[in-house]
């Protein structure tokens, strides 16, 4: 099927889509190379086509989503590319979309942004019975990325991602609503969570933080805009893509993620779990876009004994280890450890809610309290030497892999 790649109102190029397989089989002309999505070309500015349908691809429900493969059971269908059509490849996080040829689509009469959606394929994803036996397929859930299940909402006329928690604990919910109230009192800019209840069970809710003008280009977008030289570090080279794009501010933001998941043990900041944001109209670099998805952290999938031994902690994007991944900040000056002191009281008051009582038990509350209290006193430590070492080392990781629950 012959379809115009448009951004916003930009026509970036004419490709075709096999129909059956969802890939793209053949670009036919590119015209606007600069509306392009971001790391598609190859060095010499051509547009790949192996980078473009990863790119595709990438836009679809992974398949290692939470109770994927019952939704596509239910809806008929054996890949999550298939849906992508089905919506236009339309977003709540990029202004990307397909344009069937020959079609008088207009990108202000159907963007997510300003029009409204169905809510059939996230209530298939959420086993919930659709209010209707004909099926609409428009609906940015089928291209939602992540690994837990989620679903946008529309509540009082602003756009919120609804996403789960996994078994046994169901604790990422309530992880996002901690990391929310230590970046409140650190001051570093964040995508404000809360938990709601749905059939008595927690789901973390977060507003849209993009608009019908912005998009997020995630990090991993970004570091496939220039190859990486073997001597140079992850962090380096992500830090280098991003000042040759020109966007500002990245060590400053990278010093306060790091920080953030050292002291939460963040165990899944893979390069989509962070971004930045541009503007989508005039292109312009805004900056990292405020910390999202902190939820896999704080022993979520340990019991409370592993959570209080500290160990086998996962560590993303850059090393392998936080405390490797520590040495890369620049600066832990800003840090205000007097804004910390209620951890104790902050926690408890979060895991303490007759929702999370369900699952979070008050051994597991201590464990969690007496874990994040002690990172605080390493990390005050550690910020009195502290002496940046960005060099690559063994404890670099190369591979780029979400957590699956
Ligand atoms: N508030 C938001 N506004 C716009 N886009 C968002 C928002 N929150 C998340 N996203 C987008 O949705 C994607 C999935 O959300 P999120 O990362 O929270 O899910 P997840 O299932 O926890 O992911 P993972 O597999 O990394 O655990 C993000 O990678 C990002 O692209
Ligand atoms: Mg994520």
Known sequence: MKCTLMHRTVSAAEIDIDSDSGFISKILKVSAPEHLPVGVADPKGNLSRAALNQWWTDRAI??????????????????????????????????????????????????FFNNSFSEDIGDILFETKPKSSILDFNSPDSTSDGNLKKRWKIINGKRYLIKDGSDPFFQQPFNEVIASEIMDRLRIAHIPYTVTSIDGKPYS???????????????????????????????????????????????EFLDRMIVLDYLIANEDRHY???????????????GMAPIYDSGSSLGYNKVARRIAAGDDIICKPFKKHHEEQLKLAWDLSWIDYDRLSDVREMITGILSSEIAAETIDENRIEAIIQFVEARIRTLQQITHAHHSDRSASDDDLTENIAAAY
């Open 205 to 251: 809710l977060c507003e849209d933080f993009i608009t019908s003008k912005t998009e997020l280009i995630p990090a991993w977008r970004i570091i496939q805009t220039k190859k990486k030289r073997n001597e140079t570090s992850t962090w380096q080279h992500f830090v280098d893509c991003c000042t040759e794009l020109g966007i500002p501010g990245t060590v």
């Open 272 to 286: 989509n779990n962070f971004g930045a944001l541009r503007n989508a109209e005039t292109l312009e670099w805004l």
């Open 62 to 111: 992974p398949a290692s989503r939470s109770g994927l493969r019952d939704a596509l059971d239910i809806l008929g269908i054996v890949d999550s590319k298939q849906l992508l059509m089905r919506c236009y490849g339309l977003s709540l996080s990029d202004q990307y979309w397909i344009k069937p040829d020959g079609s008088d689509l207009l990108w202000e009469k159907i963007n």
